[in-house]
């Protein structure tokens, strides 16, 4: 996806994660049995959204998921346009708090699971609004709080301890601001925005759930 100018995003995303501007976004989906990179999972992804024309800057995430899984859900209000697109696998559903698979305070590896993709639940949230970078922050929380929820609703478990799950071991989430009005400095639970925000999530993971048998396994 490439913006018609950068962005100010705040995400945990693989390549140029962090708080920094963005010209574009890639999710890129890769085969667990497709021959490994070199340069690892990042280089990966970054040389894959170079080759299709996405500038250096751009954030990218890397899933197991087919891509057949994603989903958008958008939403105008008031002249002003908040969106999600995102991504869901199940393979490795984790509650937070379960043992981890490495005993490494600082593991030697790429990633949490080396470079091994896995089933993932990676999400981009743009908005029309300027956002202070607390407030992208913030809504970066919310997400993540509707995301749990709608993860409860549909009953998936974490195959570790058989306890509800928060969501995957490799999730990833990107807040992207928009460049219009004076910056929004709140964006939590008690706002319109904040609101909006999570009925998205809520209703793009909750749509991707109900497609997936076996949902606690399912890739």
């Known amino acids: 996806m490439l ?19 963005a010209g574009g976004f890639c999710n890129m989906t890769v085969d667990a049995a497709a021959p490994r990179h070199a340069g690892g999972p990042a280089a990966l992804v970054a040389e ?9 800057d751009s954030v990218g995430m890397m899933t197991g998921a087919w891509m057949h899984r994603l ?42 699971l080396g470079d091994e993709p896995v089933g993932t639940i990676n999400c981009a949230f743009g908005t029309s609004l300027a956002l202070t970078p607390a407030a992208c922050a913030e ?8 995301k749990t929820a709608t993860l409860a609703d549909h009953g998936v478990t974490s195959p570790v301890t058989g306890a509800p799950a928060t969501g995957t071991g490799t999730d990833a989430t990107a807040v992207f601001a928009g460049l219009d009005g004076a910056p929004l400095a709140y964006t939590g639970k008690h706002t319109r925005f904040g609101e909006l925000a999570a009925r998205l999530m809520i209703a793009a ?11 606690a396994h399912a890739r």
Do not use: I, K, Y
């Open 3 to 21: 913006f018609d100018r950068p962005r100010p995003v705040l995400s945990s995303a693989l390549v140029n994660g962090g708080w920094g501007q």
């Open 48 to 56: 894959t959204a170079a080759a299709r024309g996405l500038p250096a």
């Open 71 to 112: 989903r958008l859900a958008s939403v105008r209000e008031a002249g002003h346009t908040l969106c999600l697109l995102l991504t869901a696998g199940l393979a490795n559903a984790r509650r937070a708090g379960d043992p981890a698979d490495g005993a490494e305070l600082v593991p030697a590896g790429d990633g949490p």
């Open 139 to 146: 809504t970066l929380a919310t997400l993540t709080e509707a």
């Open 205 to 215: 993971l909750g749509d991707a759930l109900a497609g997936m048998r076996g949902v």
